[in-house]
């Protein structure tokens, strides 16, 4: 097996460097042959996997956090190679909320590798969406509103690691703005004033298990809105997004759906799979276990 890992250098700050050694040593170990692209600057990822030949590989690596895995993916929807592969996950980033899902973390890279074999693959959904008339594709999560203005705050606070985001959590309710929400669930429209939304193809959103019924092979996404409330109110809320629980409170709106376009009164920034990127209006599609991952 022949494997094109994209490899992230300065996830975890930097520690992805530090154990890139032991990286290359565990793939020997295991017999897989690997050729290694560095990522230099923001979209270096897509722009490798996009100009890829894939005929020449059995499978894809994305080495690095929830970021990496964005760019990876939306390199792979840019390539042109009539060959498709299979994807590896190796979670050495600062976010590995999908990985997470895979039952994978960061402190262990080479369980990740043991992965990576032809008969332990599995096919996962893809979400689609468009906004402004650019396409792009996520694996997580794509948020607005609230959970965006968090994950901006959060990227500032990266020094510490996952609780950077309960941190923007918390510094972000000080601020909360709502908004005026059009929501159209498989056809279905709902209006309210809402603080975020979020659509979610895998359970966690960093370390808040956001979506807990959520599945990332059943052709469908998790949404959860959350109407206006007061800031005590939210933040006494706040703990129950560690246990799931929160999709019980009266102010929050829960739905499966394959389809979804969201419509706010001013632009809202969006976060696909913790990254900032696009903004609202937005139409959002879940492609049915449209990827092979390499999985236990």
């Not at 923001?42 to 722009?47: F, L, N, S, V, W």
């Amino acid at each position: 097996m022949k494997l094109l890992l994209v490899y992230n250098p300065h996830a975890g700050h930097d520690n992805a460097l530090k154990i890139l050694p032991k990286v290359k040593k565990k793939l020997q170990e295991c017999g897989i042959e690997f050729d290694i692209h560095l990522t230099d600057y923001p979209e270096h990822a897509t722009q490798i996997v996009n100009e890829a030949d894939f005929s020449q590989y059995d499978a894809l690596g994305a080495a690095g956090g929830d970021g990496t895995l964005f760019e990876v993916i939306n390199g792979y929807y840019k390539n042109q190679s009539e060959k498709r592969l299979p994807l590896a996950i190796l979670p050495v980033g600062t976010g590995n909320a999908f990985a997470r899902d895979l039952g994978l973390d960061e402190l262990n890279f080479e369980k990740a590798i043991d992965l990576i074999n032809p008969g332990r693959t599995k096919k996962i959904d893809v979400g689609k969406f468009t906004t402004h008339g650019q396409v792009y594709y996520f694996l997580n999560i794509l948020g607005l509103g609230f959970v965006a203005d968090v994950t901006e705050t959060a990227h500032k606070l990266k020094l510490f690691g996952n609780f950077s985001y309960t941190l923007g959590v918390l510094w972000q309710i000080l601020f909360k703005k709502s908004h005026r929400l059009e929501i159209e669930v498989d056809s279905e429209k709902h209006v309210m004033e809402a603080l975020f939304t979020e659509i979610s193809n895998t359970r966690y959103t960093s370390n808040f298990l956001m979506a807990p019924t959520a599945a990332i092979d059943d052709g469908y996404f998790d949404i959860t809105v959350l109407k206006n409330m007061g800031r005590f109110r939210l933040l006494k809320a706040l703990p129950t997004v560690f246990t799931g629980d929160h999709i019980h409170l009266p102010e929050v709106e829960t739905w499966k759906a394959t389809k979804i376009k969201v419509v706010t009164d001013v632009p809202k920034v969006l976060t696909p799979d913790g990254e900032l990127l696009g903004i609202t209006p937005i139409e959002v599609e879940c492609l049915k276990q449209a990827i092979e991952v390499f999985w236990k």
